[in-house]
């Protein structure tokens, strides 16, 4: 489950890898924005320079950029694997079946989060801590044995807290999980005065970094200057709001905590208590602290399991439990190797070691035709321009809200995104030569302007794969790039197939972002040809059906008509119950003239959203044509 291709290549880890490079070698840590040329001297701190590195080192001794990747997949393998293995030993005394049972609700619930972050280091050192405190907590004689202070191993946690403020921004969470075993001593009568002396100490440890109390403070203090909201920091609830239904990974959350929360029946651990609860709160408040509630579920429900099997006799080790045991792993290894699990959360893992070249092949294409800047870019592919083009191309935005001011968001990049004016005033502002975007970007103002550009014959398209596109503008230094490689009906037939040779075929979400790609900017053939990939890789895929569906809706041919409505059909039996296609599907039913299925489909789709005028419209239009009929 560790091992998978870095799907949020685009995103972090490039930026993460230079800052590492650029620490490594000037032995100085930036205290600025740095790389970008909009907001250059804007101050940022850097709470995880110390993963930076190590990602850095990690990288280089790779023989060239994909090989050095994978050197970092390897590495995020050993601390996962770590962390975990620390949990077991927590847990290594506990009933078979409950550790096994924990461990699976754990592992499955922290899936959705294994990409090579700074975020794996806290994963680990949290994991340190629950196996120091747990060991304080119920080793026989623990109680008289920490009497004699300098013998426990509570004195390492300053220790860890030191590494873990320089690692990761999580390290607040430090003092929040030995605060919670201090209210279990209290409340036990078992607290000792050295206990409170070691709280002090990881107190303390957190001023020992480069930015001293503004870097201990800034867990506390980094959202009241965000400027842009990302999908990970928002709370559960507004993102069931936002798109309408729960995630996957929240589905599962959602399960654990209510099956972890069943256990308590068995054994109610001040400490567990304190500790699933908080970390929940955590998780319903931002969706990226699901994690760590699934690395703390699996020592608390281990231990209140294991606590309910010893007064059962229906579970004791016996050997149809063991098979029982095995065999439900070995279905777990399964559906997550053969990617049935990574399908139900909409993931684009992939088992393995791959590393997708799609971004890569976009800054070699700069590269190779000596584009040069200034350029525009989208947030989500900031960070991995950084990467491959600095310091000769700074970008227009990277990955980091917190290192830009909330009015370069509000005033100057989603505006210049939503009004042509504001567009064409940036351009002549910052000199603007070309624009390498992320066409998987989600937010209403990336689609106004992918929409709006793609149509702008002064931004020829001269690069487009699955994941990045870009234009260069057309002026008389650039024609004859222009000449050369702009995208037209004549060439995007080879231009698409070249692409999908070299994408992973299981990966769904490649075919799904090229597809939609392709039918925003209008060649139609060639994304209903994308889907239609995607159908024969993966026939029981809905997004194959429901993607060739819109593109064949929207040729406006009787022919291609038909073949929409058999899609619609299909991606609705495989699960899309939605109000767009069922509404859809109605229209392209009646201007086939076939009204009672027409009538049907508008009926499903009111069912769906019974306040839709369109759709009563529609239905009342269809039943006049009945009548007639």
Avoid: C
């Avoid at 020592?299 to 063991?322: Q, T």
């Amino acid at each position: 489950m560790f091992t998978h291709n870095i799907t949020s290549i685009n995103a972090d880890i490039g930026r993460h890898i230079k800052i590492g490079e650029i620490i490594w070698q000037t032995k100085e840590i930036p205290k600025t924005n740095l790389f970008s040329y909009t907001t250059p001297d804007f101050p940022f701190i850097n709470h995880h320079w110390l993963s930076e590195v190590i990602f850095y080192k990690a990288y280089s001794v790779g023989v060239d950029w994909a090989s050095g990747l994978k050197n970092i997949i390897i590495l995020k393998i050993v601390v996962l694997l770590a962390t975990y293995f620390l949990l077991f030993l927590i847990v290594r005394k506990n009933n078979i079946f409950a550790v096994v049972l924990s461990f699976l609700v754990s592992l499955f619930v922290f899936s959705a989060r294994t990409e090579p972050r700074p975020e794996i280091f806290s994963y680990l050192i949290f994991a340190f801590y629950l196996l120091i405190i747990y060991k304080a907590m119920n080793t026989k004689g623990a109680f008289a044995a920490q009497k004699v202070p300098f013998v426990s191993s509570l004195w390492f946690l300053p220790i860890l807290q030191l590494l873990w403020v320089n690692l990761h921004i999580y390290f607040i969470i430090g003092p929040i999980i030995y605060f919670l075993f201090l209210i279990d001593r209290v409340v036990s009568k078992k607290i000792l005065k050295f206990q409170f002396v070691i709280f002090g100490l990881v107190i303390l440890a957190n001023l020992i970094n480069p930015n001293f109390i503004a870097g201990a403070l800034y867990p506390l203090n980094v959202l009241k200057e965000y400027g842009y909201s990302v999908a990970e920091n928002s709370s559960l609830f507004f993102l069931a709001k936002y798109f309408g239904h729960w995630a996957p990974q929240d589905k599962l959350f959602l399960a654990s905590l209510f099956i972890a929360g069943a256990t308590f029946i068995f054994k109610r651990s001040v400490f567990n208590v304190l500790l699933l609860s908080v970390m929940a709160v955590l998780s319903f408040k931002m969706q990226r602290n699901i994690p760590l509630f699934a690395l703390a579920l699996l020592p608390a429900m281990s231990e209140n399991l294991d606590a309910g099997l010893a007064r059962s006799k229906l579970l004791r080790p016996r050997k149809s439990l063991s098979i029982l045991l095995v065999l439900i792993l070995l279905a777990s290894i399964y559906l997550v190797v053969n990617g049935w699990f990574y399908n139900y959360l909409d993931s684009s893992k992939t088992f393995g070691f791959r590393v997708s070249s799609a971004a890569q092949d976009g800054t070699d294409f700069i590269k190779t035709n000596k584009i040069h800047g200034p350029v525009f870019n989208n947030f989500d592919i900031g960070s991995y321009l950084v990467w491959q083009l600095f310091p000769a191309h700074r970008v227009f935005i990277d990955g980091r809200p917190e290192a830009y001011p909330v009015e370069f968001f509000d005033k100057v990049y989603k505006p210049m995104q939503r009004d042509e004016k504001i567009w064409q005033d940036m351009v002549e502002k910052y000199g603007i030569n070309y624009i390498f975007f992320a066409h998987t970007d989600m937010t209403e103002w990336a689609w106004e302007f992918l929409d709006r550009i793609s149509k702008d014959e002064r931004w020829p398209i001269v690069f487009l794969n699955d994941s990045v596109v870009i234009f260069l503008k057309d002026t008389e230094e650039n024609r004859y790039i222009i000449d050369e490689h702009k995208v037209s009906e004549q060439n995007v037939r080879d231009i698409v197939a070249e692409a999908l040779n070299k994408v992973n075929k299981k990966d769904n979400n490649a075919f799904i972002n090229f597809g939609n790609a392709l039918f925003r900017f209008h060649w139609l053939g060639e994304s209903a040809a994308v889907f239609e990939e995607l159908i024969k890789n993966q026939p029981r895929n809905p997004y194959g059906y429901q993607g060739a569906a819109y593109a064949y809706a929207e040729m406006n041919d009787p022919a291609t008509q038909e073949v929409a409505a058999k899609n619609f059909e299909k991606a609705i039996e495989l699960g899309f119950r939605t109000f767009n296609n069922y509404f859809t599907l109605g229209i392209i039913n009646a201007n086939l003239g076939n009204f009672f299925k027409a009538r049907e489909n508008i009926k499903r789709a009111l069912e769906i959203n019974p306040d839709s005028q369109n759709a009563r419209q529609v239905l009342e239009t269809i039943n006049r044509s009945l009548l007639l009929n």
